[in-house]
């Protein structure tokens, strides 16, 4: 599908952590924030689809330096997340399988337990809305990988993503989770007049993400 949208490839150089419970790589992301300065921005960060928080951790150890908070929504059940595979795995069983028999949600709150910059929506991110005044200026989508999941999930933080904020959509191109790559281009046809550029950002395991600023 031609996007009508010149995406780029950010060569970001950067070492990840050896942190078995970070899928992401969320190293690749605070750098991006930190290279275009978005913390200079008024408003704070989201997070949707926080799984075990080693990253919600990460985001709210660079937010704390600026003032800021990191609204984290999750449902913290695995196994209501029925999104097949293209081999017919579904998501819940591969989230149950890294935990390992450990509860998510406890293993959330050991890796946030330090932070007190860290708003946690205990809810479905269907079911989420914000005051008309919160601002944010990054947010981060990897939660329910069904294509209408990503796309409510980017409604709920793009009205309130400041100008030149960027929101990021994981797995973007992936061939186990198409429908976040259909969710991206259906949302970049219908943004693009409001989207100034577009990135891709590799992060664990050769996986991208995909970053869109709003103008």
Known sequence: MSLEFTVKRVPLKITLEDDPDDFVGY???????????????????????????RGTAKLARFAQTYGKKVYAIDVFDPSLDKTLSRSGIKAGDVYEAFLQGRSMLEAYRESTRAFDNIVTIREDSQKVSFPREQRFIFGFIDGCHQQSHVENDFHLIWPHLVSGGVVGLHD????????????????????????????????????????????
């Open 27 to 53: 190293e690749v992301l605070i750098d991006f924030i930190h290279q275009r300065a978005l913390y200079k921005l008024e408003g704070d960060i989201i997070e949707i689809g926080a799984y075990m928080g």
């Open 172 to 215: 973007y191109e992936f061939d186990d989770w198409p429908g976040v790559t259909e969710a991206a281009h259906t949302l970049i046809g219908e943004h693009k007049r409001e989207i100034s550029e577009a990135y891709e950002i590799e992060g664990k395991y050769n996986i991208l993400s995909l970053l869109l600023t709003k103008k």
